[in-house]
């Protein structure tokens, strides 16, 4: 039986509205995903409806409380922020600003900032068969999941 993967926190939500306000609105095709991803984790009803919350009024980076994120939600977070900014088809400044920011307060380093992103356009890259829709961003962990392992594996194995 397949290891059952720990659900993602509210935090971890928050900081993905954050990124979704950054450029002054949140589409509500991005909010509806955020809370449908929230729901289908299996949250608990307050967290959903503060989640629900967040997508409905810009919400600031400081209240991403990054205790609760392990270092595998830090870089799902910025890699998917980085997805998002991109999905538009052009990414502006207030998103690039938001997504140095939001490495920032998840304290990602900025070698591990480029290769979150990295893996966030190989994953745009895939062919549409293999690519998670737009905003299905339980695919999207899965396979951003999926690559950060592979690349953690070949790092280790240079290191040796």
Request: overall charge negative; glycine content about 6%.
């Amino acid at each position: 039986m397949p290891e059952e993967k720990p659900r993602l926190g509210r935090d971890v939500y928050f900081a993905l509205a954050a990124v979704g306000w950054a450029d002054g609105q949140l589409d509500q095709e991005e909010a509806d995903a955020i809370v449908r991803t929230a729901l289908e984790e299996g949250l608990e009803f307050e967290e959903i409806d503060e989640i629900e919350q967040a997508t409905k009024s810009p919400v600031d980076l400081g209240t991403i409380d990054r205790k609760n994120l392990t270092k595998e939600d830090r870089l799902f977070v910025y890699a998917v922020a980085a997805w998002m900014t991109r999905l538009d088809g052009e990414e502006s400044q207030a998103e690039a600003l938001v997504l140095v920011r939001l490495g920032d307060a998840l304290r990602i380093p900025p070698v591990l900032r480029e290769y979150a992103d990295q893996v966030a356009r190989q994953v745009q890259a895939l062919p549409a068969g293999d690519r998670p829709a737009k905003y299905d961003l339980l695919a999207l962990r899965r396979v951003l999941g999926e690559r950060l392992a592979e690349a953690h594996a070949k790092a280790t194995e240079k290191a040796v």
